[in-house]
């Protein structure tokens, strides 16, 4: 009689186990960024926040459509390139994830944005900054950071306005943001009044920038500013101090204003000329900035960026828009994030028609004493 009644429990038990598992759904939501080549750092940076972000959303045992949900995190290396940035998010689409966390770089964003759009599944990126990326009016696409406008414009204020800067060199590494930035900071320099003495060309893979500097050096300007990113940056400000150019103001956006550059700079006091720009305001002045970074530098010590913040906002905004709409359907939940009023680590996030968010803030920031200090 004990054997059969603990035999009828055991199978009670398996029942209940088996109906919660039934009644369990699993929903992938995919990231996609360089996890190699010289941009890896951002990456990690990037998955770091949206594996944290999934892991705080199962923490909290979220219902939708009267299902138990337990997100998955589907993460895929773009390497920067385009061509493998749309195989990337062709890959999720075949996967059926339900969002999509990214990419970081706006030339496999902006690619990318067309692949998600004919397959019906949003992306949120928190990174990629060329306007371009919402031209095209696709009802999928949102970015929750300042675009280039206000970068490069907001950059060409402060050296004319400020600095009181008279002539500048361009410098850019050809790819979407690169050559964005930089454009958007030549128009409105130019506009109020600054000389434009010399624009030079290099590739987002290059090391050795001498003859580009030696080219710019004879022109005597005032500042260089640069459409690019840190693996390039560090070293460009390096051969600046060889050549003698300790003096020369140097400018970039978003892709030069990390952590990192300080280590890859090496010692040069050029790194005390920086003056860059992020989209977003700084870790101590986002709305829940302090306490998040106190948890990813626990969680991940030494690998924090720029963008973690904003790709745990934008998984959080993915699964906000999930709850309201009552599914995990991109077809039915879509529709809510333009609806979008989330209070976010790195603001209160609501977006324009277009995806674009509102009321973007920006942070100037310099480098002293080999540390990253906001100006603003």
Same mark, same amino acid.
């Given at each position: +009689?004990?054997?059969?009644?603990?035999?009828?429990?055991?199978?009670?038990?398996?029942?209940?186990?088996?109906?919660?598992?039934?009644?369990?759904?699993?929903?992938?939501? !995919? &990231?996609?960024?360089?996890?190699?080549?010289?941009?890896?750092?951002? =990456?990690?940076?990037?998955?770091?926040?949206?594996?944290?972000?999934? $892991?705080?959303?199962?923490?909290? %045992?979220?219902t939708i459509g009267g299902k138990k949900i337990k997100f998955e995190l589907m993460a895929e290396d773009d390497a920067a390139d385009p061509k493998q940035g749309t195989a990337a998010a062709q890959k999720l689409c075949d996967a059926k994830v339900a969002g999509v966390v990214g990419h970081l770089n706006s030339g496999?964003?902006?690619?990318?944005?067309?692949?998600?759009? @004919?397959? =019906?599944?949003?992306?949120?990126?928190?990174?990629?900054?060329?306007?371009?990326?919402?031209?095209? %009016?696709? /009802?999928?696409?949102?970015?929750?950071?300042?675009?280039?406008?206000?970068?490069?414009?907001?950059?060409?204020?402060?050296?004319?306005?400020?600095?009181?800067?008279?002539?500048?060199?361009?410098?850019?590494?050809?790819?979407?943001?690169?050559?964005?930035?930089?454009?958007?900071?030549?128009?409105?320099?130019?506009? /109020? =009044? +600054?000389?434009?003495?010399? $624009?030079? #060309?290099?590739?987002?893979?290059?090391?050795?920038?001498?003859?580009?500097?030696?080219?710019?050096?004879?022109?005597?300007?005032?500042?260089?500013? #640069?459409?690019?990113? &840190?693996?390039?940056?560090?070293? +460009?400000?390096?051969?600046?101090?060889?050549? !003698?150019?300790?003096?020369?103001?140097?400018? %970039?956006?978003? !892709?030069?204003?990390?952590? $990192?550059?300080?280590?890859?700079?090496?010692?040069?006091?050029?790194?005390?000329?920086?003056?860059?720009?992020? !989209? %977003?305001?700084?870790?101590?002045? +986002?709305?829940?900035?302090? $306490?998040?970074?106190?948890?990813? @530098?626990? /969680?991940?010590? =030494?690998? #924090?960026?720029?963008?973690?913040?904003?790709?745990? @906002?934008?998984?959080?905004?993915?699964?906000?828009?999930?709850?309201?709409?009552?599914?995990?359907?991109?077809?039915?939940?879509?529709?809510?994030?333009?609806?979008?009023?989330?209070?976010?680590?790195?603001a209160n996030i609501s977006f324009e028609p277009n995806g674009e968010i509102k009321n973007p803030s920006m942070t100037l920031s310099v480098y002293k004493d080999g540390k990253k200090v906001a100006l603003n």
């Open positions: +009689m004990q054997l059969k009644l603990k035999l009828t429990v055991v199978a009670a038990i398996a029942a209940i186990s088996s109906l919660a598992a039934a009644q369990e759904q699993v929903v992938k939501i !995919g &990231h996609v960024a360089p996890m190699s080549g010289p941009q890896a750092s951002y =990456g990690k940076d990037n998955e770091n926040g949206a594996r944290m972000a999934v $892991e705080d959303l199962n923490a909290q %045992g979220i496999t964003t902006i690619p990318a944005s067309k692949v998600y759009n @004919d397959c =019906g599944i949003p992306h949120v990126t928190g990174a990629a900054t060329n306007p371009n990326l919402t031209k095209p %009016g696709y /009802k999928t696409t949102f970015r929750i950071i300042a675009n280039d406008n206000a970068l490069g414009a907001g950059l060409a204020f402060y050296a004319v306005d400020t600095l009181k800067l008279k002539t500048v060199a361009i410098v850019d590494d050809r790819t979407a943001y690169g050559q964005g930035v930089a454009d958007v900071f030549k128009k409105t320099a130019a506009a /109020k =009044g +600054m000389k434009v003495v010399d $624009e030079q #060309f290099t590739t987002d893979k290059a090391t050795d920038f001498m003859a580009i500097l030696t080219a710019i050096k004879s022109k005597n300007p005032d500042a260089i500013f #640069f459409g690019g990113m &840190h693996p390039q940056a560090a070293p +460009m400000l390096r051969q600046m101090e060889q050549l !003698g150019m300790a003096n020369v103001k140097y400018f %970039g956006g978003d !892709g030069i204003c990390t952590q $990192e550059i300080i280590q890859l700079a090496a010692g040069a006091k050029t790194l005390a000329n920086v003056i860059c720009a992020e !989209g %977003g305001s700084s870790i101590a002045k +986002m709305p829940g900035g302090i $306490e998040w970074k106190k948890r990813y @530098d626990a /969680k991940y010590p =030494g690998q #924090f960026q720029i963008y973690s913040p904003y790709t745990y @906002d934008a998984t959080f905004l993915l699964v906000d828009a999930m709850k309201r709409a009552n599914s995990v359907d991109p077809k039915v939940y879509t529709p809510e994030l333009l609806k979008a009023n989330f209070k976010g680590v790195t």
